[in-house]
C-alpha cells in the first residue's frame, strides 16, 4: 500500500495529460498514438515544466501490459484465415519489403558504427508499417474502395505476423547472442512446431468449451475468460522459451476463430486502450530532444531510407506478384512509413538490455515525420506512374503489362499443386500432433508413472498402451488416409492420385515418412529392448487389424475440427448469406475484368444524396461516366441488373463495374451532400464571394455543357468566366463547354465551395 499514493499520482498524470494531448491531435487530425508519445514527453524526466512519473517500476510493468494486450488486440482481429485469404499478391509483396527494407536498415546502421543488435533491432523496427495511418489517409483521400486498397489491406496483414516471428526470433538472437544459422533455424522450426501446435489443440478444444459453456456466460465472465486465457498463453510462451507478446497474440487469433469472437473483442477494447496508452506514454518518456537533435543525421538517413526504400521495394514486390505497374506504384507510396510496431520492437530490445537507448528517440523521429509524408506521398502516386511511364522504355512498359498478363493466367493452382497441398497438410499436421503426444509423454506421464508404478514391466506396458491408442489415427492417417482433390466440383481420378510417378513417389515418402516418426515416437517412450517386445508390435497389430475403427476415430477428430474452425464463417453465413455470395461474385467479376483495368465496386448512398429518388435511366450514368450499375442494395432486399425504371434511395449500396477513373468520377457524386432547404435559404450576404478554381481531367464537370455539368447547382454558385488558355469569356451561356484545365470564376456560396474543394481536391483545386 506504501506505493498506492505515488501509483494514483501517476495515473491522475498521465491519463489527464493524455486527455488533453489527444483531444488536441483529434483537432488537427494526427493520429493518437503520436499524440499519446507526446504526452509521454510532457510527463517524462526530460520536460521540467509539469510534475515527472515518481513510481516507473509500476509503469513498467504497466507498459508491458500494454503490450500483451495490444497484441491480443491484434491476435483478435486477425485470424488465421484472414491470412490465408490475403492471396499470394500480398504475401510476396510484404516479404520483398520486409526482406530488402530490413537489410537496408541493418547495413544503415553498420555504416553508422552501430553494433549488431542495434542494427538487427533497427531492420525489426523498419519490417511494419502503420495501419493506423494508412487506413487514415485512404479514408481522408477516399481511396478505401479502389483496386490498390485491398492488396494493401492483404499487405498489413502479412506484415504484422511476419513482424511478430520476427520479434521471436530476435529475443532468441538477444537472449543466446548467437548469430549461427543452425541456431536461427532451430528457432525457425520450433516456432512452427509450436504455432501449428497450439493451432490445432486450441482450434479442437476452445470452441467446444465455449460452446458448451456459453449459457452461463455473461459479460463479465467472457471478459475474465478472455484474459485469463490471454496471460495464461502468455505464461505458456514464455515457459517454451518464446516472447510474451507470442502468447498474447496467438491466444487472441485462436479466439477470433470462435463464436465469441466479437463480443470479446468489444469487451477486451477499453482495457486495451488503457493499457495501450500507458505503454505509448511510456514511449513518449523516454524522448530526450537533446538526443534526437544529436541524431539528427540518422534519423534523417532512416527517414530517406524508409520513404525510398517502402516505395520501392513494396512496388517491386507487387509487381513481382503479377500488379499492374500503376497499382505497384500505388502500393508502394501507400507503404512509405513504420508502424507502432517499431516502439514494440525497440520497447523489447530495451528490455531485454540489449539495445542502446538513443533507437527509441530514432524510432519516434522517424514515425513522426513519415506519419505527416504519407498522406502527400499517396496523393503523389498517379504523378509518380506518369513520370515512370515516359522515363521507361516503350518495350519495357509492354514486358511488364505481358508480365502482368501472364502471372493473371497462371493463378489458379494446377492439379499437382493441389495433390502436394494435400499431402504436405497431412504429413506435417499429424507429424506436429504425434511429437507432441510424444513430448508430452516423455516430460509428463512418464515421470508420473515412475513414481506411481513400482514394477518395470507393467510400467512399460501401461505406457506403451496408453502412447499406443493415444497416437494410432494420426499414425494411420500419414500411412493409410486417401487423398481426394475436387477439381471444378468433380472428384479426380484415383489412379492419377495413386499410380502415377508422382503418386508412388508420394506414397513411398508417406511411407518412410511414418517409418520415421513411428521409430521416434518409440524412442522417446521406452527403451529398445521393450521396442522389440511390446511396442512395435502393438503399433503394427492395431493398425492392421484395427484399421477401420482407427479411420472412424481420425475421421471424427477431423469433423469435430473442421466444424470448430468453420463455426463462426458458418454463423456468419447464415447472417449475411446474400451479401457474401454478392461479394463472392463481385471479386469473380474483377478477375475476368482485370485486363481491362476494370473492377466492381460497391459505393453507399448517404442520407442526403442529391440524386435521391431519382431513375437510373433520369442519371444517364453509363452515358456520363461509362459505368455500369450490376445491382442495387435495399436493406435485406437486392436488385440485380437493375433496369432503368429502378431509383436511387439514401442508403441504397450501389454495385458498380468501372475503371478507377470511371469509378472516381461517379464517387465524387456520391459524396455529394444537400444542405437543408431552410440552411439554403439562410445564406448570409457575407458568405456570397467571387472565387476561381481549376479543373482536372478527372473532373466529372468536364466536357460537359454548363448547364448539362450542374456545377452550378452543386456549388449554388454561378458561372460569370471562364479562362482557357489565354482567352477570357465572361458570363459564359449555359451552352458553353467546360475543358480540363479551365479556371471557372464562380459567384457563390463561398463555403460550400471550399467543402467541395476540400473533400474532391484530386477533382479540382483553388486558385
Known sequence: MAHLPELIQDMALILLVGALVTILFKRIKQPLVLGYIIAGFLVGPHFHYLPTIVDQENMDTFA??????????????FSFKKLVKVGGSASITAVVEILFVGLGGYLTGYLLGWNKMDSLFLA?????????????AFDELGLKSKQFARVVFGVLVVEDIIVILLMVLLSTVALTQKFQGSEILFTVFKLAFFMILWFLVGIYLLPVFIKKTKKWMDEETVLILAIGLCFGMVLLATHVGFSAELGAFVMGSLIAETILAEKIEHLTQPIKQFFGTIFFVSVGMMIDPHAMYNYSGPIFAITLLTIVGKFFFSGLGA???????????????????????????????LSLGVISEFLFP????????????????IK???????????TLPKTWIMRLDAYTSETQKNKDNPLWKKTLHEYNKILIINSIILIAIALLFKYLFIPFLNIQIESLLWRNVLLISMASLLASPFLWAILNKKIIIKEGGETINSYYLNYSLMGISLHVIRFLTGILLIGFFIDQITTTRYALVISIPLIVTMLWFFSSNIQKIHQRIEQQFISNLNERERLEYLRNKDNIALHKKNKEASVHFQKWDAYVTELEAGDTISFAGMSLYELKWKEKFGINIVYIRRNDRTVHLPDGKQRILPNDKVGVLGTDSQISQLKFIFDQKVLPKEKEEDMDI??????????????PYCNKTIKDSGIQKDLHSHVVGIERNENRILN???SEMILADDIIWLVGNLHKIKACLKNHQENFMEI
Open 686 to 699: 457575407n458568405d456570397i464571394q467571387l472565387t476561381k478554381i481549376q479543373l482536372t481531367e478527372t473532373n
Open 362 to 377: 530514432i524510432a519516434v523521429g522517424v514515425s513522426a515525420i513519415t506519419t505527416f509524408t504519407t498522406p502527400y506521398f
Open 64 to 77: 508491458e501490459i500494454g503490450v500483451i494486450m495490444l497484441l491480443f488486440g491484434l491476435g483478435l482481429e
Open 732 to 734: 459564359p451561356s449555359s
Open 124 to 136: 525489426g523496427m523498419l519490417a511494419s508499417s502503420s495501419t493506423t495511418i494508412i487506413l487514415k
Open 380 to 390: 503523389l502516386s498517379e504523378p509518380l506512374y506518369n513520370i515512370i511511364v515516359k
Open 319 to 349: 509487381l513481382i506478384s503479377g500488379q499492374p505497374l500503376k497499382q505497384s506504384v500505388q502500393i508502394g507510396s501507400s507503404m512509405a512509413q513504420i508502424g507502432e510496431f517499431a516502439f514494440i520492437v525497440a520497447a523489447l530490445g
